[in-house]
């Protein structure tokens, strides 16, 4: 039995590196021998015990690699081709994905999400791709595995903020948090047409990025209140959308302080426990507000769209790679991620 490297979820405060059988190839599946990953916010969320998944699994759901072997049914790839998969992976087929919310595929919520969710994840040598022809997109000539690296979850979510938002050209958008989801949502909005934007964030080296990466104002919230100076950047009127990108109920309802009557608050973030609505902010439910949420959208065509935003060089994003690590010094790679150490925004891990 053939036998791989993978960082697996043993328990709450525990991700450790493990031999694992490389996974056998099924009907509509393919395998992918892992060049380049990373570690999101949401693995930390699993590392912590916060966010329950199976002992055993194998965390990681950002895949960059080559086509190691294709099960039966799957044709219009050849193996040794470089690809990259969602963080979703649709099935292209149910109901859900047909009527376009391929993020809750199968009509559950969350249910695209399978890899280190529901199925063994890519923080390994080798993962499989379910329904493979739905998820896997050859990566463009001439981009290296870090330019794409964010294509699978962070750019394809925070992108995806200010899509749902609706920005048009000349919106005013205020953004709260600045990790690597809303720092992709500043580019996001940038690449809509906004043509102010307001970033909010408390530490410095991410609201420096912010600015390279389109924020046209930065506030630190160590320093000013966000709202205060939020509502006097935009005249006393409010933003056309505020995005939330950390799922807190003081980030929500920031955003909703800053919304203009007919504004749209597009919540990205990941809430725990209970989320309430003040409803001075909300004009008594009577303000025409909008409230949309939106899981990272995945699948090849998204894949595809991503990544010619990168060829284009209309976004730039690999700047957020900030650290490197080897695949067997992952729990390393953990340690200074989940501790936000030494200015990290993104971590590659190549096995
Ligand atoms: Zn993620
Ligand atoms: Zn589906």
Redo the contacts with the bound molecule.
């Keep these: 039995m053939r036998t791989m490297k993978a960082a697996v979820f043993v328990g709450p405060g525990k991700i450790v590196l493990e031999e694992k059988p490389v996974p056998k190839v099924g009907f509509g599946d393919a395998l992918i021998r892992v060049t380049t990953t990373t570690i999101c916010g949401t693995d930390v969320h699993i590392l912590k015990g916060e966010y329950p998944v199976a002992p055993g699994l194998t965390i990681g759901h950002e895949p960059v690699g080559v086509i190691e072997e294709l099960g039966p049914g799957v044709t219009g790839y050849e193996i040794g081709q470089r690809v990259v998969a969602g963080a979703i992976t ?5 109901h ?2 047909l009527d376009g919310h ?1 993020s809750q ?2 009509g559950k919520p969350i249910g695209g999400w399978r890899f280190g969710n529901t199925i063994d994840g890519c923080q390994a040598e080798y993962v499989l791709v379910p329904n493979a022809m739905a998820n896997m997109e050859p990566v463009p000539e001439g981009l290296t595995d870090e330019q794409v690296l964010m294509c699978p979850d962070i750019m394809s979510t925070g992108f995806s903020g200010a899509e749902s938002g609706n920005i048009r050209i000349g919106d005013t958008v205020a953004i709260f948090a600045q990790g690597p989801i809303g720092l992709c949502a500043t580019a996001g909005a940038k690449l809509k047409g906004a043509t102010k934007i307001i970033a909010v964030d408390g530490i410095p080296e991410r609201l420096a990025m912010s600015r390279r990466l389109g924020a046209d104002e930065i506030i630190n919230f160590n320093q000013a209140d966000p709202i205060t100076e939020i509502m006097r950047l935009t005249d006393g009127k409010g933003v056309d959308v505020a995005i939330e990108a950390l799922g807190t109920q003081r980030t929500f309802e920031s955003c909703l302080r800053v919304l203009k009557p007919g504004g749209v608050l597009s919540s990205l973030g990941v809430y725990s426990g209970k989320l309430t609505l003040p409803v001075d902010a909300f004009a008594a439910g009577l303000g025409d507000h909008k409230i949309v949420t939106t899981l990272c959208p995945g699948g090849k065509e998204r894949m595809r769209r991503l990544m010619n935003v990168v060829a284009s060089g209309r976004a730039d994003l690999k700047p957020l790679v900030t650290h490197r690590f080897r695949l067997d010094q992952i729990e390393e790679a953990y340690d200074l991620f989940a501790n936000q150490r030494d200015g990290v925004l993104k971590v590659a891990i190549t096995p």
């Design positions: 649709p099935c292209g087929q149910c859900t994905c391929t595929c199968g």
